[in-house]
């Protein structure tokens, strides 16, 4: 999900359209991927709680702020795909992500579309500002508590930087 998501919050539908149409194709089928993921996620999440547990170094407070951190993480993703399917219901046309896949039947609610997509590039924003912050707090646990939160969450291959 991190790379989608950064690569979201570096490109937007309109640098890829001066690219042609198969650019925005690719950049739209990468929001199907990522909201598919998100869907999933919250379904696991739902099911069977958070999948990892906080660490036994962690401080109460830290416990719990990790808690809400994560779970906000992933409602807020979930949250990003509903205001993409709400654009696609107020559109006047019929949006298809991924150039395929039907959004929702186009209702032609021009003030609503508007306010909505304000909403969803505003909510997005401010959930990717929650990841970095979530970020910062695995890097300080890592860091400061020394539990190796990093080492379990990337790949090997970077575990020599860590």
Do not use: C
Not at 30 to 47: E, G, P, Y
Not at 87 to 104: D, H, M, N, Q, R
Request: no cysteine; charged share 15%.
């Amino acid at each position: 999900m991190l790379p989608l998501l950064i690569w979201f919050v570096l490109v937007q539908p309109k640098d890829v359209v001066p690219f042609g149409r198969e650019a925005f194709l690719v950049h739209s089928n990468l929001a199907v991927i990522f909201v598919a993921i998100s869907i999933l996620w919250t379904a696991d999440l739902m099911r069977r709680g958070l999948a990892g547990k906080p660490g036994p170094k962690l401080p109460a407070w830290a416990r719990r702020f990790h808690q809400i951190v994560h779970k906000t993480i992933i409602w807020g993703l979930f949250t990003v795909g509903l205001t993409g399917f709400l654009l696609g219901l107020t559109s006047s046309v019929l949006l298809k992500a991924g150039g395929f896949l039907p959004i929702a039947p186009p209702m032609g609610w021009r003030h609503l579309n508007e306010y909505v997509g304000d909403f969803h590039i505003i909510q997005f924003y401010t959930l990717a500002a929650i990841v970095a912050v979530h970020a910062l707090f695995h890097i300080w646990r890592h860091f400061r508590l020394r539990d190796n939160a990093l080492r379990i969450m990337v790949p090997k291959t970077f575990h020599k930087w860590l």
